[in-house]
């Protein structure tokens, strides 16, 4: 069975800092990759998404990044934290079937920037 | 623009009894539909789908009815359970050449034992 990873669980990093959030997906080949950000009293918003490696597809600008150095590896990067980037971050994979099929998330990680 | 609306921010809903919850949209290139459940400080659980070509999808306690006409779904829940309890989001997604899924805002659900 497919398995997702986010790590930490939990950061909190002050203004201005770097940031490194780490999603790997166990069991599967070739997923479809996403980011997610749901911030305080909003729906989910996505980042990021990537369908293979080193194909990473940016949905909203801010100044965040994504890479994805392995196929089943998916990094979010700052190179400086924003008040406005503390959320619940989550990460997504879906099967290489196309965009209609079901995406499953991971656990989240919740990052409070100070 | 809000693609897919929930507007029902929150709803409670005694055991054993049916749970609806609504999601609204207003894109017609939407041609698969999401609900997927979400406890607090965990990622969101899969639920349920359906395609735009059906008007209705079971699974056991989860049946969610589409209306393409009135660009409008609805998830329901018989019976309602305590462990339930949980914001319940609808998303949506266009067909082929997209990958974004749209969420809406979500409705907490409550059900009280």
């Known amino acids: 069975s497919q398995t997702i990873h986010q790590w930490p669980a939990t950061l909190v990093q002050p203004v201005g800092s770097p940031l490194s959030l780490e999603c790997t997906v166990e069991?599967?080949?070739?997923?479809?990759l996403y980011w997610y950000r749901q911030a305080a009293g909003r729906g989910l918003q996505l980042l990021f998404y990537?369908?293979?490696?080193?194909?990473i597809s940016s949905e909203v600008p801010q100044n965040l990044s994504a890479s994805r150095p392995q196929d089943r590896q998916f990094i979010l990067s700052s190179k400086k934290l924003l008040l406005s980037d503390s959320g619940f971050y989550l990460c997504?994979?879906?099967?290489?079937?196309?965009?209609?099929?079901?995406?499953?998330f991971g656990p989240g990680t919740r990052l409070t920037v100070l | 623009d809000q693609q897919v609306k929930q507007n029902s921010p929150s709803l409670s809903v005694q055991e054993g009894r049916i749970s609806i919850l609504n999601c609204d949209y207003t894109?017609?290139?939407?041609?698969?539909f999401l609900w997927y459940k979400k406890y607090p400080a965990e990622g969101p659980t899969f639920l349920i789908s359906?395609?735009?070509?059906?008007d209705k999808n079971e699974d056991g306690r989860f049946t969610v009815f589409l209306n393409k006409s009135a660009k409008h779904l609805s998830l329901h829940i018989v019976p309602s359970q305590p462990g339930d309890s949980a914001v319940y989001f609808c998303?949506?997604?266009?067909?082929?050449?997209?990958?974004?899924?749209?969420f809406g805002k979500g409705t907490k659900l409550s059900v009280i034992p």
């Open positions: 069991g599967t080949s070739n997923p479809n």
């Open positions: 894109n017609s290139m939407f041609d698969y």
């Open positions: 359906i395609s735009s070509i059906k």
């Open positions: 998303a949506a997604i266009y067909g082929a050449g997209s990958y974004q899924l749209t």
């Open positions: 997504a994979w879906s099967r290489d079937q196309g965009s209609s099929d079901t995406q499953y």
């Open positions: 990537s369908v293979g490696i080193g194909q």
